[in-house]
């Protein structure tokens, strides 16, 4: 084990890969973009928010690897490390906060995915049309128990992971689960797009429409980026703490950055031409995935009730394991912080957080049923916290982290990070100072006037 003083890292620069990827790809990329994609009109979309992932996506990413792996600290302490006696602390908390927040309702969206694998498994899918999965679903969100139930077996196996430490549990489950993801994206990719009808869906994935794009749109693709990559809450900088001195930062987040790309957009190729194909409207918002995936596959192969059955538990697994390696990372944040902060043992941090989070996760679960009269500016509580964590918060928080790293840091220090103290050569260092300095936060910042319509 390699260790940096007495804090463990990751055993190796591949496995420093695949436990970023694995917070990196998760239900944002096949829950999340399908349907945002969906209600923000299709590639045009998809432009916007590849252009997000070059303007400050990968640059903040590396932001995050700076900070996180030169002040060896959970982000709680990194800012406090880096710049002692500064008010730059309150980025780390507010980092932590935001993770804790997101962890809650992920988790409520995660154990859906364990409801339609065992669904699937168990034969609930047969002999059910369109109308059927959307009563399904209804009902089973709206119910007031049954979510519960398995956010909680979510929850606890995420707290299992975590209580086992950053090697044997972090890096070994994405070891294992990260090929396994690929695998089943790629078969079910090819699947879909097979198809009768499916080239309606391909057509939506690829022709930009750009009557569709507003405020909105521009403000939907930031929000998606940041959720999608994990930025913005020192997800990615707590664990880039564990990284070992030879990892590569730059190879590291173009490769999270490539990996969470592509994820999302064979995400994208399952589900649209699978939409199209059995004429489901592609804007169905969050139950998008719920409803079109069981639907299709039912259609697709309704004479072998076996296939289906096999390909919607195939699916849901995927969604699953995605997840998991996801809220492992979000988890992850806050117990790190309360463990080197308050020097809680891991086990007990751990706890602290899977109890808050439930708590939140019950809130934002009822908010869907029993609860969702409550409403905060015209949302209920589960999409309110949706909307103000990936479009406010982290945001925020990734603009602040470009700022620290372009002006606050040394810029000796990003430069030793990049290079690895000098052993590699990297041409890119000038340009990703530019950036963090100047295009992201003010790109940043444009999209947010614009949402509140200083460009109308
Ligand atoms: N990126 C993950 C996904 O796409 C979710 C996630 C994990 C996340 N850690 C995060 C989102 C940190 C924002 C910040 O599903």
Not at 140 to 164: A, G, K
Not at 178 to 191: E, K, S, W
Request: a neutral charge.
């Amino acid at each position: 084990m390699e260790h940096h003083g007495n804090r463990v890292n990751f055993g190796s620069k591949l496995g420093a890969i695949l436990a970023a990827a694995g917070s990196a790809v998760g239900l944002g990329n096949i829950w999340r973009f399908p349907y945002e994609t969906g209600n923000h009109g299709g590639a045009a979309f998809i432009l916007i928010y590849l252009g997000c992932i070059l303007l400050f996506g990968l640059p903040i990413m590396m932001a995050e690897f700076v900070i996180g792996r030169r002040s060896k600290a959970s982000t709680g302490g990194a800012y406090e490390k880096l710049a002692p006696g500064t008010h730059w602390k309150w980025v780390g908390y507010l980092g932590v906060l935001t993770g804790f927040l997101i962890l809650g309702y992920y988790s409520v969206v995660a154990g859906w995915t364990l409801e339609y694998l065992f669904q699937a498994v168990t034969g609930g899918f047969a002999h059910k049309d369109a109308a059927g999965f959307i009563q399904m679903f209804t009902q089973f969100s709206q119910d007031p128990f049954r979510p519960l139930l398995w956010l909680f077996i979510f929850m606890f196996m995420t707290h299992l992971v975590i209580v086992r430490g950053v090697k044997d549990g972090i890096e070994k489950s994405s070891k294992v689960l990260m090929p396994i993801l690929f695998i089943l994206v790629i078969v079910l990719g090819i699947c879909s797009v097979m198809l009768p009808g499916a080239e309606k869906g391909i057509n939506f994935l690829l022709n930009p429409d750009f009557s569709k794009v507003n405020a909105d749109v521009f403000l939907g693709a930031m929000g998606q980026a940041f959720f999608s990559l994990s930025l913005g809450m020192g997800c990615l900088s707590t664990y880039a703490s564990y990284f070992g001195k030879e990892t590569r930062l730059g190879h590291t987040a173009l490769s999270v950055g490539v990996i969470d790309t592509l994820v999302a957009v064979l995400a994208g190729l399952i589900i649209f031409p699978a939409a199209f194909s059995v004429g489901i409207q592609p804007d169905s918002g969050p139950s998008l995935i719920f409803i079109t995936l069981p639907n299709v596959f039912q259609l697709a192969f309704g004479d072998m009730p076996f296939v289906a059955a096999a390909c919607s538990a195939a699916f849901y697994l995927l969604l699953a394991l995605a997840a998991l390696t996801s809220t492992i990372s979000l988890h992850e944040v806050s117990t790190a912080f309360l463990h080197e902060r308050f020097h809680f043992t891991r086990g007990r941090a751990a706890t602290l957080i899977t109890t808050g989070c439930l708590i939140i996760g019950i809130v934002s679960s009822l908010a869907l049923g029993e609860w969702s009269s409550y409403t905060i500016g015209g949302l209920n509580m589960f999409d309110a916290l949706d909307y103000l964590t990936a479009k406010v918060m982290l945001p925020v928080a990734g603009m602040l982290a470009a700022i620290f790293v372009g002006w606050v840091l040394d810029k000796k220090i990003l430069q030793e990070e990049v290079t690895n103290h000098g052993h590699l050569k990297v041409s890119y260092y000038p340009l990703l100072r530019f950036i963090l300095r100047y295009l992201s936060p003010i790109s940043i910042l444009m999209i947010f006037l614009n949402e509140l319509g200083f460009f109308k």
